[in-house]
């Protein structure tokens, strides 16, 4: 009877030992804290920290590339392939009044435009453009100031003229683009010949720009960034 208690006993004593092994050891079933859980929380912070627009924003510009954010970077074609580059960019914010547009830029929608002044500072523009209303002429100033040149204005109704200009006179140079966020589609559309024409900007976005390199009318590759 003694030998059968002790036999007994110690099979179940060895059963417990083994499942607590398999549980981790702790009986828990969660295994020791510092086994696996430090690389699980590493993986899921590094998965909340990554920016998914890391890749298309832009931290720093020069004449010949844009860097981005994760480092990666927007080469801009070299002068010798003759590829015209535009810069397109909505307007800043401006007031609103009796649901007309009186036709100036906020205070924030200045402080855009200057800011717009320095990105593009270091890039050797061949242009500053403007649709003819007086919140795209005053976004592009401060550009047009610190390049040593004068803004001009296009008619966004028939884009024939500008797009001569560009091509025909400045092919190959950089040109900076402010147009309506309404009509940037429009635009876009032309200079890709119908192949790309994306949904309209909301009225208060002002750090998204379309990069279009083109080498004549209607053949233009578009890259869409913020900065």
């Known amino acids: 009877m003694n030998f059968r208690l002790f036999k007994n006993g110690f099979i179940l004593a060895l059963f417990t030992s083994v499942l607590i092994s398999a549980c981790g050891g702790n009986g828990t079933g969660t295994g020791n804290p510092g086994d696996s859980a430090p690389d699980q929380v590493s993986d ?10 890391a890749g298309m924003t832009v931290v720093s510009m020069d004449n010949e590339k844009m ?15 003759k590829k015209t580059v535009m810069f397109i960019l909505p307007p800043g914010d401006f007031y609103l009044e009796d649901r007309s547009i009186s036709m100036r830029l906020s205070d924030d929608g200045l402080a855009h435009a200057n800011m ?3 990105f593009f500072s270091k890039v050797q523009l061949g242009g500053v ?3 003819m209303t007086p919140y795209t002429t005053q976004t592009a100033q401060p550009v047009a100031q610190l390049q ?12 024939g003229p500008f797009l001569d200009y560009v091509y025909n006179t400045k092919l ?6 402010v147009e309506d966020a309404i009509k940037i ?3 876009l559309y032309t200079l890709t010949g119908g192949r790309y024409q994306p949904a309209e900007l909301p009225r208060d976005e002002h ?4 990069v279009v390199f083109s080498e004549a009318r209607a053949f233009g590759q578009v890259s869409k960034v913020k900065f």
């Open 185 to 187: 589609p429009d635009l």
């Open 207 to 210: 750090r998204t720009m379309y």
């Open 67 to 81: 860097t981005m954010k994760d480092g990666s970077t927007l080469e801009f074609p070299k002068p010798e392939e």
């Open 148 to 159: 040593n040149t004068t803004v001009f204005n296009f008619n966004n109704v028939d884009y």
């Open 44 to 53: 899921n912070n590094s998965k909340k920290e990554k920016d998914p627009e």
């Open 129 to 131: 453009l403007a649709s």
């Open 172 to 177: 190959g140079e950089k040109f900076v683009i």
């Open 116 to 118: 717009l002044g320095m």
